[in-house]
C-alpha cells in the first residue's frame, strides 16, 4: 500500500476492508487480515474509477463503484475478492455517492439521481426512485422500509420500491444520510439543526437548532452530534441535553464517530479520542485520526489515514 492512501474502512467476519487511492492511478478494495494486518486480496479498477463504503454482510461485500465510466452496484466475496456480480444503474456524471445499505434480502443505495433497490443474493434491480436534489447520501433502514431525505422523509419498500411513509417539511432543506437512532425513531442533520421523526406517526418529534456537524451517531437512548464545535449527546425521546464534552482546540476537523455498549470515539485529524458513556469525559486519546470503523469478533478500533491503518485492542 506504500504510494496510495486510505480511507473509508468497514469491518466483517476476520477482515478489515479499505479504499485505496492511487495519485497516478484508480481506487482499489483491499481486504486485510483484522488479526495480523496483512494484505489478503487486493481488488483493483480503472484510472479514474470511484468506489464507495463496503459494506459487509454475511461473507460478501457491497459497494458502489464508478469503474469505466460506469455506475454499478458491485457484491465479491469477502474471503478472496471474487466478484459475483456487478449490478449497472443510472446516476449522474458526478461519481459522489456514500456506502450502499443491506436491508434484508435488498441492498439500496443512493445516487445523485435517486434511490435504487437491489436484489441481494442476485444483484437484479428492484426499483428505482428519484429524488430532487442529490448529493451523496445513504439510506436508512427498518422493518424492510428504506428512508431517505429529500424535502422531508421518504420511505420505500425495499422489496417493491412503493412509497410507503412521506412527511413533507421545509426543515429537512438538504440531502443528507439520516440514521435509525432508535426503533421508529430517525434523526437526521442539517448543517442548522438536527431533526429527529416518529416513523409511526410521521411527524417530527424534536427539533434542535444550531451549527450541526455532519458527524451524528446512536446508541443506548442517545444521539450523538457536534454542535458548534463542542460534541453534545442529546436523549432520543425529547431532544434534551444529557451531557457534552469540548474537545481540545486540535480537534478541529472531525473524521467520524463511532459508538460501543460503552465507549464512543471521535475521530479527529490527528488524534482520536475514547469518551466513557458512564464517566462523560475522555479517558485516553491515541495519536492517530482518520477514517473509523469497530470490529465486533475482534474487538478492535481501526482507524485509516493516509498509508497506515491502524488496529487498537478493546479487550
Known amino acids: 500500500m506504500a504510494r496510495a ?11 478489515v476492508y479499505v479504499n ?16 495480523t494486518g496483512a494484505v489478503r486480496w487486493r481488488k ?10 463496503s459494506a459487509w454482510d454475511n461473507g460478501e461485500l457491497y459497494t458502489q463503484i464508478v469503474d469505466g465510466g460506469v455506475n454499478a452496484l458491485l457484491s465479491v466475496n469477502a ?11 443510472t446516476a449522474s456524471a458526478r461519481p459522489l455517492f456514500d456506502g450502499p445499505t443491506v436491508a434484508g434480502s435488498a441492498v439500496v443505495v443512493g445516487s445523485t439521481a435517486g434511490a435504487h433497490g437491489f436484489t441481494k443474493e442476485t444483484g437484479a434491480n428492484r ?7 442529490g448529493e451523496p447520501w445513504t439510506p436508512a433502514a427498518e422493518n424492510g422500509t428504506a428512508y431517505y431525505i429529500d424535502g422531508g422523509v421518504t420511505g420505500v419498500s425495499t422489496t417493491t420500491g412503493n412509497v ?22 430517525l434523526v437526521a442533520r442539517t448543517t442548522e439543526r438536527l431533526l429527529a421523526v416518529n416513523l409511526a406517526s410521521s411527524t417530527v418529534s424534536w427539533v434542535v437548532e444550531g451549527e450541526i456537524d455532519e458527524v451524528v451517531v446512536a446508541g443506548r437512548g442517545t444521539v450523538y452530534a457536534f454542535e458548534s464545535g463542542a460534541m453534545v449527546a442529546r ?3 425529547d431532544g434534551s441535553e444529557v451531557w457534552r464534552w469540548m474537545p481540545p482546540d486540535t480537534c478541529g476537523i472531525r473524521t467520524g464517530m463511532v459508538i460501543t455498549n460503552n465507549i464512543l470515539f471521535v475521530g479527529c485529524e490527528a488524534t482520536t479520542y475514547a469518551l466513557d458513556l458512564t464517566a462523560r469525559r475522555s479517558i485516553w486519546s491515541y495519536p492517530a485520526g482518520g477514517f473509523l470503523s469497530l470490529s465486533g469478533p475482534q474487538g478492535a478500533l481501526y ?6 491503518l491502524t488496529a487498537i485492542g478493546l479487550r
Do not use: C, H, W
Request: charged share 15%; hydrophobic share 40%.
Open 127 to 133: 426499483f428505482f426512485r428519484s429524488v430532487t436534489n
Open 44 to 53: 483493483p479498477f480503472d484510472s479514474g474509477s470511484r468506489v464507495s463504503l
Open 79 to 89: 474471503a478472496d475478492g471474487t466478484e459475483r456480480y456487478r449490478t449497472a444503474y
Open 235 to 237: 436523549a432520543v425521546s
Open 5 to 15: 492512501s486510505l480511507y473509508q474502512v468497514t469491518t466483517g467476519g476476520s477482515g
Open 303 to 308: 482507524i485509516a489515514k493516509g498509508q497506515q
Open 20 to 35: 485505496s487511492f492511487a495519485r497516478f492511478g484508480g481506487q482499489s478494495l483491499v481486504s486485510v487480515d483484522a488479526a
Open 164 to 185: 410507503t411513509m412521506q412527511l413533507v417539511d421545509p426543515r429537512f432543506s438538504e440531502f443528507v444520510t439520516p440514521l435509525i437512532a432508535a426503533p421508529g425513531v
